[in-house]
């Protein structure tokens, strides 16, 4: 668990907080779509469900990538 916090502590390449940005914004778009106080397609809502589940492992694996040590 302290290497965890250690590495999402270190600098982060351009490429994966370009991908963690990407995340974060599927995650909230997926999330939205999910709460909206509107009925949807049944569809519609299942996709913004695994989206915000993507968006949102893509962010956490982002964030603990660090440069080779």
């Not at 270190?10 to 599927?26: D, E, H, I, S, Y």
Request: proline share 6%; aromatic share 4%.
């Amino acid at each position: 668990m302290k290497q965890i916090i250690k590495r999402a502590k270190k600098p982060t390449p351009k490429f994966f907080k370009q991908l963690r940005n990407v995340g974060l914004a599927l995650t909230a778009i997926g999330a939205s779509v999910v709460a909206a106080p509107v009925t949807l397609p049944v569809v519609l809502v299942k996709i913004a469900g695994y989206l915000a589940v993507a968006g949102g492992v893509a962010s956490a694996v982002s964030q603990v990538t660090v440069e080779g040590e």
